[in-house]
Antibody, heavy 116, light 113 residues
């Protein structure tokens, strides 16, 4: 059974940093691209970052480029999202997803609240 | 960026009805190299993570009931739910994965009449 379990969320002040983790199980992690997608409270879905299966390439929308960094440890079956210079508009539930013709598996999500 | 426009934004239905949700992309999602449309549909129930229903515009994800049908090509796509059941009440999103930034439609909320 495919499982994606995110951790690391919480309350953080504007301008500070936070690192999310996603532990994957039930599939061969290093065969798949992975992504992070977020959802602000009561709002729609926004793609945040993607990484190739080897970790050699990463992709971001302009809204987080230069502030967020996606990475992975294939030996530990773990995906990361390092978030720096956080803003109030980054407040959202962050989902880890497996990429395979769309995002075919999603984690339960982790809440990040950016507030002073 | 590819803009995804979904309509309607909400829909009130009775159980047993057939509903249609539309999704239009600002540029073609059909890749000539493999003749595939890079379009997915998701269902999100309250308090839950989104769930993939349809990918490549018309391929049903494993375990998804066959009353969910995806169709369309190029820039115009449709999700049809035949004989809506109470468990189908949710928000539905389309998404293009043709090019980064991957983008989602704003969602269609399916409610009970």
């Amino acid at each position: 059974e495919v499982q994606l379990v995110e951790t690391g969320g919480g309350l953080v002040q504007p301008g500070r940093s936070l690192k999310l983790s996603c532990v994957a199980s039930g599939f061969t992690f290093n065969n798949y691209w992975m992504s992070w997608t977020r959802q602000a409270p009561g709002k729609g879905l926004e793609w945040v970052a993607s990484i190739t299966n080897s970790g050699g390439s990463t992709y971001y929308p302009d809204s987080v480029k230069g502030r967020f960094t996606i990475s992975r440890d294939n030996a530990q079956n773990t995906l990361y999202l390092q978030m720096n210079s956080l803003r109030s508009e980054d407040t959202a539930t962050y989902y880890c997803t497996r990429d395979s013709g769309g995002f075919d598996y999603w984690g339960q999500g982790v809440m990040v609240t950016v507030s002073s | 960026d590819i803009v995804m426009t979904q309509s309607p934004s909400s829909l009130a239905v009775s159980a047993g009805e057939t509903v249609t949700i539309n999704c239009k992309s600002s540029q073609s999602l059909l890749y000539s190299g493999n003749q595939k449309n890079y379009l997915a549909w998701y269902q999100q129930k309250p308090g839950q993570s989104p769930k993939l229903l349809i990918y490549w515009a018309s391929t049903r994800q494993s375990g998804v009931p066959d009353r969910f049908i995806g169709s369309g090509s190029g820039t115009d796509f449709t999700l049809t739910i035949s004989s809506v059941q109470a468990e189908d009440l949710a928000i539905y999103y389309c998404q293009q994965y043709y090019d980064t930034p991957y983008t989602f439609g704003a969602g269609t909320k399916l409610e009970l009449k």
